[in-house]
């Protein structure tokens, strides 16, 4: 099922998020529970998720090794990567997908939706997450449990820049996400 969600991970989402974003509509029509107040306030707290989400993918994608990892709909795993943001979390991309689903959620101001979203996300995740990590457990065997057993799954122990081996590709970072942006900027545009 992980290796589905992961071939599947661009456009398989995007039913949910018309749903969510047509449903939603009402909440911007009328003020949420709060009034207007508690929705401008999600609607900043929404789009700083989303931009902390998006700088968080952006940094690792740039500290990524050239050929180590590609835009793929299949797993493919040719180095295991443990510098950069991947010292402090083995998923960093998650933890800046999770961090930019929620900012959209916010921004839907509607209960309901976290219950879809959020639960589509954990879902999908949690079982990508799981065939990933089968994938390297195969391929790099003791040096991947070694970086297991040190490093969380989403959630860093610590904080910090780890030390850095090489320089930051700010070409590749704008390349790869280039997408990823456009796709968050017009959801929050579209829920606004």
């Known amino acids: 099922a992980?290796?589905?969600?992961?071939?599947?991970?661009?456009?398989?989402?995007?039913?949910?998020?018309?749903?969510?974003?047509?449903?939603?509509?009402r909440s911007h029509v009328s003020p949420g529970w709060g009034g207007a107040e508690v929705d401008r306030?999600?609607?900043i707290?929404?789009?700083?998720?989303?931009?902390?989400?998006?700088?968080?993918?952006f940094c690792t994608v740039g500290f990524i090794p050239p050929g180590s990892s590609s835009q793929s709909r299949f797993f493919q795993a040719r180095?295991?990567?443990?510098?950069?943001?991947?010292?402090?979390?083995?998923h960093p991309l998650y933890l800046g997908n999770l961090s930019i689903t929620l900012g959209l959620l916010s921004i839907a101001h509607e209960p309901w939706a976290w219950t879809l979203g959020l639960g589509y996300f954990v879902v999908s995740c949690a079982l990508i997450i799981r065939a990933e990590e089968a994938l390297l457990r195969r391929t790099f065997s003791a040096?991947?449990?070694?970086?297991?057993?040190?490093v969380p799954a989403l959630l860093p122990k610590r904080w910090g820049l780890p030390e850095l081996k090489r320089p930051f590709g700010w070409k590749r970072g704008l390349l790869r996400e280039l997408n990823p942006l456009v796709s968050c900027g017009s959801g929050a545009t579209v829920l606004l």
């Not at 992980?2 to 509509?25: C, E, I, K, N, Q």
């Not at 998720?49 to 998006?54: A, H, R, T, V």
């Not at 990567?81 to 083995?90: D, I, K, Q």
């Open 2 to 25: 992980g290796t589905l969600f992961f071939r599947v991970r661009s456009f398989a989402p995007l039913p949910l998020v018309a749903m969510v974003g047509s449903l939603s509509w």
């Open 79 to 90: 180095a295991l990567n443990t510098e950069g943001p991947y010292a402090l979390v083995r």
């Open 41 to 43: 306030g999600l609607n």
């Open 143 to 150: 040096q991947y449990d070694e970086w297991a057993a040190r």
């Open 45 to 57: 707290v929404g789009l700083g998720l989303c931009l902390l989400g998006g700088l968080l993918r």
